[in-house]
């Protein structure tokens, strides 16, 4: 299946997509969130689906976050060589993990609002994997089984606020609107490998990144697997799985980043695409 959510911000219904056609499926279900994934909601859904008269929704619809705001978004740094690379890093023996605040979701393809002070605002294409049953010190052989689908992820930074201003890198990756998620979710049968899919972004039509997730240097199975020894994910939460080359902290020869009025642009394999036009901050 795949799983959308549609409608204002902060009023969104549920819904799937069927043969590219959105359908409302708010009669059925709450929400995408945690209870919903942690009852077995997937396959209650598939089933309900199969003899409900669904509404059809207008495609035209604005999509938001592909699921409610869940406990925690995990993220995993420097997770592809190139990255690594051209940001001087070594590649990490283990996983690099940081969190990412939840009050940075937006939908897949509302605007990015530069943060205030920010000089350094920057993309990341990643792909993400969404909980789908709760997780705590799991093998890796049976970490897949804890997954409900993925989705596609900007993993948006503001390279000053993370790497100059002393702590942890949370707060260059917790801004208003740093994580655009959607435009779906694909459970996991969508997905023929997970370790086989094309990532690309462009700014302002020119190719930044273009890589595959078959360069991840911690893979799937072991990201879950590992995390799970650290913290309980439940239900819901979001694992962010890191960026392949091509972000502005690594253009060459200098750095460069987004400015107003950019318009960057992203896709996963299987997983869509999103867009999102770049407005400065001015207040509320």
Excluded at 228 to 252: E, R, Y
Excluded at 255 to 266: F, H, I, S, T
């Amino acid at each position: 299946m795949k799983l959308i959510r549609f409608g204002e911000a902060g009023a969104e219904k549920p819904g799937v997509i069927i043969n590219d056609n959105y359908f409302d499926v708010s009669a059925l279900v709450k929400d995408y969130n945690e209870d919903f994934f942690g009852s077995d909601g997937l396959d209650k859904l598939k089933a309900a689906i199969a003899s409900a008269d669904l509404p059809q929704v207008d495609k035209g619809v604005r999509l938001g976050p592909a699921l409610a705001r869940p406990s925690k978004i995990i993220c995993v740094g420097l997770n592809y060589k190139d990255h690594a690379a051209e940001t001087n890093a070594p590649i990490p023996s283990e996983p690099i993990l940081f969190f990412k605040a939840t009050s940075a979701i937006v939908g897949p393809n509302d605007d990015l609002i530069i943060p205030k002070n920010s000089k350094k605002t920057d993309w990341e294409v990643e792909l993400a994997i969404v909980i789908g049953k709760k997780a705590s010190y799991v093998a890796e052989e049976n970490a897949l089984d804890h997954i409900a689908g993925y989705v596609l992820h900007n993993d948006y930074s503001e390279r000053e606020f993370q790497i100059e201003r002393n702590g942890q890198w949370v707060k260059g990756k917790s801004c208003d609107t740093f994580a655009p998620i959607g435009p779906f979710i694909a459970t996991q049968d969508e997905i023929a490998d997970v370790h086989n899919l094309r990532l690309w972004l462009t700014v302002n039509g020119k190719t930044l990144q273009d890589g595959n997730t078959s360069n991840l240097i911690f893979n799937v199975p072991f990201m879950i697997a590992y995390i799970s020894q650290f913290m309980t994910l439940l239900p819901g939460d979001v694992i962010t799985t890191g960026t392949p080359a091509g972000v502005g902290l690594g253009q060459k020869p200098e750095p460069w980043y987004l400015k107003a009025g950019d318009v960057v642009e992203l896709g996963i394999d299987g997983l869509g695409s999103s867009k999102q036009t770049v407005k400065a901050y001015s207040g509320n």
